[in-house]
């Protein structure tokens, strides 16, 4: 099995950039050990801390965040990161061609109940000519990514990563320190009969979006005429990997619960990295209106309705919303 840097020196990702995924590589690594030690290292539970977003931090989104921060702040490759737990921008390296955008622990709810949790993790270019940090130089559509990918914290820990060549999957050897390639194309099928949704929000969801899945439960006795299965995470980063795997659709849609808060996932941490990887493994990705990677940020911690997976399915909730 060949290891993670000869696969992307091979297919001739930039230098710089293998280097900088590799450096966010050694603090995931150290997620994934102290995961594994769990209650036996003290770090689960919640902290005394909020987020910018008003959300309870556990232990372990603030070690993991400031595990990223700080090996990433110590490269000279990195402008300045953006990150789900930090309330600002925060400067690194004034010569940093890169900028960085992670969620250090998505699914942290799970994390208490030894369940799927990961970082999800997003890159981009400094803009020509462009001095200093700021928040502005963030604000670049998915497109504009050169680089995106989560790391699993399963029974096994693995890397999906694209930098827009398609979508490898890499598993973590605790034996040797390294990911090995363990799958070199993701592809996402083009049909399923699986999807994954928050049931627990349906009378909150607009008529597109309810009708949709009105027609999903109706199953073989409906329009669709097909069973549909249901599954669900609350994990993007575990219902992501399973659409990755073996296709579905998954979707957190606008809901009308918080008047506040209609979307629940943060645009540059999670949706544009994750459909960045589905796109690269010939999914679908949107808010059910537009293409999430075409989207003008406005904020970093800004929120989005997503739609994505399996590019028929995908299309055929798409067609609800017209
Ligand atoms: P955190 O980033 O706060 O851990 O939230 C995870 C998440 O944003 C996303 O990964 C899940 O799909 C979603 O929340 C689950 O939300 P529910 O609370 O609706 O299950």
């Not at 990433?72 to 490759?77: H, M, P």
């Not at 998505?106 to 803009?127: A, C, K, Q």
């Amino acid at each position: 099995m060949q290891r993670f840097l000869p696969v992307l020196q091979q297919d001739n990702v930039d230098p710089q950039l293998t280097s900088l995924i590799n450096t966010l590589m050694v603090a995931c690594k150290e997620i994934s050990f102290r995961l594994q030690q769990g209650e036996l290292a003290g770090i689960l539970g919640t902290s005394q801390e909020e987020n910018i977003q008003g959300e309870t931090q556990k232990k372990l989104d603030i070690i993991s965040n400031q595990l990223i921060k700080d090996i990433l702040l110590e490269s000279d490759l990195v402008r300045a990161i953006a990150s789900e737990e930090e309330d600002y921008i925060v400067a690194g390296s004034p010569n940093g061609r890169y900028l960085v955008c992670f969620d250090p622990l998505d699914g942290s709810s799970n994390i208490d109940i030894n369940s799927l949790v990961g970082t999800i993790f997003s890159i981009m270019e400094v803009p020509e000519g462009q001095e200093g940090a700021n928040e502005e130089m963030f604000l670049q559509p998915g497109t504009a990514q050169v680089a995106a990918g989560y790391v699993l914290y399963g029974p096994s820990t693995q890397l999906a990563l694209t930098t827009g060549n398609g979508v490898r999957l890499f598993t973590y050897d605790n034996t040797i320190g390294e990911f090995l390639l363990t799958q070199e194309k993701m592809t996402i099928v083009e049909d399923t009969a699986e999807f994954a949704i928050n049931m627990s929000n349906q009378r909150f969801w607009q008529a597109p979006m309810q009708n949709y899945i009105n027609d999903l439960l109706a199953g073989n006795t409906g329009t669709r005429d097909k069973n549909f299965n249901m599954r669900w995470i609350a994990a993007m980063v575990g219902d992501v990997h399973r659409v990755l795997c073996r296709g579905g659709l998954f979707a957190y849609p606008t809901d009308a619960k918080n008047p506040e808060k209609p979307y629940k996932l943060r645009l540059m941490y999670e949706a544009n990295p994750m459909s960045f990887l589905v796109e690269q493994a010939g999914g679908v990705s949107s808010t059910g209106y537009e293409r999430i990677m075409s989207i003008q940020p406005t904020e970093i911690h800004q929120r989005v309705a997503v739609v994505l997976g399996s590019k028929n399915e995908v299309n055929t909730c798409l067609s609800y919303h017209k």
